[in-house]
């Protein structure tokens, strides 16, 4: 038994410290966006049913000793792709491909086969421990599974990532695969030998002990239904919640690990006792909870206080989960079919996890399935309690109506205030106008990814080409390139927004623009005047501003900006000490480098000194604050300026404005191969 339950640790924990792994490696590439992470558990949850469906097939149709053959043959042939993941960077993508595809068939090609042969562990380690102890009940090892998978994901961030550069987490993961592969065989081959049902005989030809009993009798199609529908809703509150509170409330790196522990948190107590579930406390404080989220949803009260909306939210999504697999549990069938158990498990989170991170960008213009699935566990809990007292219905039925409107009010108030709103990979953006441009001299024109500004234009025609938001012209970078006394100034910009940067363009100037996401844009240009207003001769690129400055020749830069979000994350890897390289061999000598650090949750400044001391660089910081009487179109900005040359920050402006950026020696060097996150949070 013991030799069982560390098999199905090992292999629980290994399937998901992966999962942080290696996207944690591929997120910059892709706009460092929490679609990457949606992205990725899609493709998790696919491959795990694909393992489930193995483990279901080769259990009901092969007898013991050929699915034994089979499944060591198999881990044999999956230690030849481990090399793979050490290799992930052949897959950085150029910049016109399709984001989800190219995350799929990477993750397809590095990790997966050997991420199908850990998801079948739990459930084929079960059907061996079932044969060999016939007596015994084998759903506890599933609650055991889960608990591994939680003490992987948060030891990530805790005690690996801080510590150990990405290569040698490759190689650490790596070897623990190949214990597995032992483990795993060893505990194939004793389930064999210590079979108590003939081990040459497919399990159809054969009948199991107890096949008589009522308990025996297979799941009714509208049980097959029900363990599908309480699967995905589950699995499609996570993925939903996560886009909402890491896009719409705070974009704090790896919040994402919270909703996904809470999730395997509900499976672990709910399957390793009946008694963790009480169905009428969860129904009752699931009800309340519902109908606070779901207004929460429109109110700003909670959207733009974290302190509420977090805890709101998580809780909110435990106690969901709790229901959805607390009534899981109450269905669950003999051992018998357990893998069929398991497979309907697997399919129903497949297809929640397809709906968020593959289908909704392509159907939806918002993240409208929140409260989809607000709506939709309401009608679950709705339909499982039909037969309850009239007065539970009557309740039932309100809190469903509820939901449904707080829902409809939620996309009603987010199309009605926004002239253009649209969604792909990168997330929602929306552009709205604040105030009439026919009545009022100070109405402008805002972007907005997320609840993070990303430039705004007046609509004034004498003062369109105004810098705003972040770029005034006493912020880090307004006097960076206002004080380049090159005739004419080369300047690269990496992130567009609304292209603001563009009106310090002079005529003979030149401003090479990167961006990621081509609705971006788009909108720069449709719906915004910025770029087209420029005396300057402006150049778009699509595609990672990093790859793109790692293939081009040298460009010569007079000031390269810094400046690309994803809501308000980073793309880390333009943060390392490669990176400042790659950005050196594009300037003059005396170029400045600008790094946008304004924000909410990260203390990036001494990072970005950090690597600028590491290469000999002088680095400043300069902090603007405009005041309303300066001029309310102004944001507060913060902006770390890096030079080879240390004389160019001797210039009056910059001066008088730049201070020294705050040192942290006991902050490690970030890296391509390390950075730390959680070490910066403010």
């Known amino acids: 038994m013991r030799l069982y339950a560390v098999t199905i640790f090992v292999s629980a924990f290994l399937l998901f410290l992966v999962q942080p792994l290696i996207a944690k490696q591929i997120l910059p590439w892709f706009g460092g966006s929490s679609a990457v992470w949606t992205t990725c558990l899609v493709f998790f949850q696919s491959v795990l049913l694909a393992g489930y469906a193995y483990t279901d097939w080769t259990t009901r149709r092969l007898a013991p000793r050929r699915q034994v053959y089979l499944h060591i043959g198999l881990l044999v042939a999956s230690l030849a792709v481990l090399t793979q993941l050490i290799g992930i960077d052949a897959w950085k993508p150029a910049g016109d491909e399709d984001p989800v595809l190219r995350i799929l068939g990477l993750l397809l090609v590095t990790i997966g086969l050997p991420y199908l042969l850990l998801s079948t562990t739990g459930p084929l380690v079960q059907a061996w421990f079932a044969r060999t102890f016939t007596n015994a009940v084998p759903y506890r090892l599933f609650a055991l599974s889960n608990l591994a998978s939680m003490l992987a994901l948060l030891s990530y961030p805790i005690a690996i990532e801080p510590w150990v550069n990405t290569v040698a987490q490759s190689w650490g993961w790596s070897v623990g695969y190949l214990a597995f592969v032992v483990l795993c065989s060893v505990a194939a081959v004793y389930g064999l030998r210590s079979s108590s049902v003939p081990v040459d005989v497919a399990p159809t030809r054969y009948a199991p002990a107890g096949s008589d009993a009522p308990a025996d009798a297979p799941p009714t199609w509208s049980t097959l239904l029900m363990w599908l529908s309480l699967a995905a809703t589950g699995s499609l509150l996570l993925l939903a919640l996560t886009n909402h509170i890491t896009q719409n409330i705070a974009s704090v790196p790896f919040l994402w690990i919270v909703p996904l522990s809470l999730y395997l948190l509900t499976f672990i107590l709910c399957f390793d006792s009946q008694g963790w579930y009480r169905r009428t406390t969860l129904l009752l404080l699931g009800a309340a909870l519902l109908c606070a989220m779901a207004w929460g949803l429109h109110s700003n009260e909670v959207t733009l206080n974290i302190k509420i909306a977090i805890p709101l939210y998580c809780t909110g999504l435990f106690v969901l989960?709790?229901?959805?697999?607390?009534?899981?549990?109450?269905?669950?069938?003999?051992?018998?079919?357990?893998?069929?158990?398991?497979?309907?498990?697997?399919?129903?989170?497949?297809?929640?996890?397809?709906?968020?991170?593959?289908?909704?960008?392509?159907?939806?213009?918002?993240?409208?399935?929140?409260?989809?699935?607000?709506t939709l566990v309401a009608l679950l809990a709705l339909v499982r309690l039909r037969r309850a007292p009239i007065y539970v219905l009557v309740i039932a039925v309100g809190v469903l109506g509820f939901t449904g409107v707080q829902s409809g009010i939620y996309v009603k108030e987010k199309l009605d205030d926004a002239l253009m709103i649209q969604r792909n990979f990168y997330g929602v953006v929306r552009v709205k106008d604040f105030g009439d441009p026919a009545?009022?001299?100070?109405?402008?024109?805002?972007?907005?990814?997320?609840?993070?500004?990303?430039?705004?234009?007046?609509?004034?025609?004498?003062?369109?080409?105004?810098?705003?938001?972040?770029?005034?012209?006493?912020?880090?970078?307004?006097?960076?390139?206002?004080?380049?006394?090159?005739?004419?100034?080369?300047?690269?910009?990496?992130?567009?927004?609304?292209?603001?940067?563009?009106?310090?363009?002079?005529?003979?100037?030149?401003?090479?623009?990167?961006?990621?996401?081509?609705?971006?844009?788009?909108?720069?240009?449709?719906?915004?005047?910025?770029?087209?207003?420029?005396?300057?001769?402006?150049?778009?690129?699509?595609?990672?501003?990093?790859?793109?400055?790692?293939?081009?020749?040298?460009?010569?830069?007079?000031?390269?900006?810094?400046?690309?979000?994803?809501?308000?994350?980073?793309?880390?890897?333009?943060?390392?000490?490669?990176?400042?390289?790659?950005?050196?061999?594009?300037?003059?000598?005396?170029?400045?480098?600008?790094?946008?650090?304004?924000?909410?949750?990260?203390?990036?400044?001494?990072?970005?000194?950090?690597?600028?001391?590491?290469?000999?660089?002088?680095?400043?910081?300069?902090?603007?604050?405009?005041?309303?009487?300066?001029?309310?179109?102004?944001?507060?900005?913060?902006?770390?300026?890096?030079?080879?040359?240390?004389?160019?920050?001797?210039?009056?402006?910059?001066?008088?404005?730049?201070?020294?950026?705050?040192?942290?020696?006991?902050?490690?060097?970030?890296?391509?191969?390390?950075?730390?996150?959680?070490?910066?949070?403010?």
């Not at 018998?336 to 159907?363: N, Q």
Request: a negative charge.
């Open 321 to 374: 989960c709790m229901f959805c697999h607390g009534e899981l549990t109450l269905l669950k069938p003999s051992p018998r079919y357990l893998t069929t158990f398991y497979l309907m498990i697997s399919l129903g989170g497949a297809l929640g996890g397809l709906l968020v991170g593959v289908l909704a960008p392509y159907l939806f213009n918002g993240y409208w399935e929140l409260g989809i699935g607000f």
């Open 439 to 682: 009545t009022d001299a100070e109405a402008v024109r805002s972007l907005v990814h997320g609840v993070i500004l990303h430039g705004e234009q007046r609509l004034d025609p004498a003062r369109r080409m105004d810098p705003t938001s972040y770029y005034g012209v006493r912020s880090g970078v307004g006097l960076a390139i206002a004080n380049s006394d090159e005739e004419p100034r080369h300047v690269g910009v990496i992130g567009l927004g609304t292209g603001t940067l563009a009106t310090y363009g002079r005529a003979g100037d030149r401003f090479r623009m990167y961006e990621i996401n081509p609705q971006v844009i788009d909108i720069a240009r449709t719906w915004f005047s910025f770029l087209d207003g420029s005396k300057a001769k402006i150049d778009v690129v699509l595609g990672d501003a990093r790859l793109q400055l790692e293939r081009e020749p040298a460009q010569a830069f007079d000031v390269l900006v810094i400046d690309a979000f994803s809501s308000d994350s980073i793309p880390t890897h333009l943060i390392t000490r490669e990176a400042m390289q790659v950005y050196l061999r594009h300037m003059k000598p005396d170029g400045v480098v600008a790094f946008h650090v304004t924000n909410r949750f990260l203390d990036l400044p001494p990072v970005v000194r950090r690597i600028a001391d590491e290469l000999n660089l002088t680095s400043v910081i300069v902090s603007d604050e405009p005041t309303e009487r300066q001029d309310r179109f102004l944001s507060s900005s913060d902006w770390v300026l890096v030079s080879r040359s240390a004389r160019i920050f001797e210039r009056p402006a910059l001066k008088e404005a730049a201070q020294p950026v705050e040192a942290r020696p006991q902050w490690r060097l970030w890296t391509d191969d390390f950075n730390n996150l959680f070490q910066i949070l403010k």
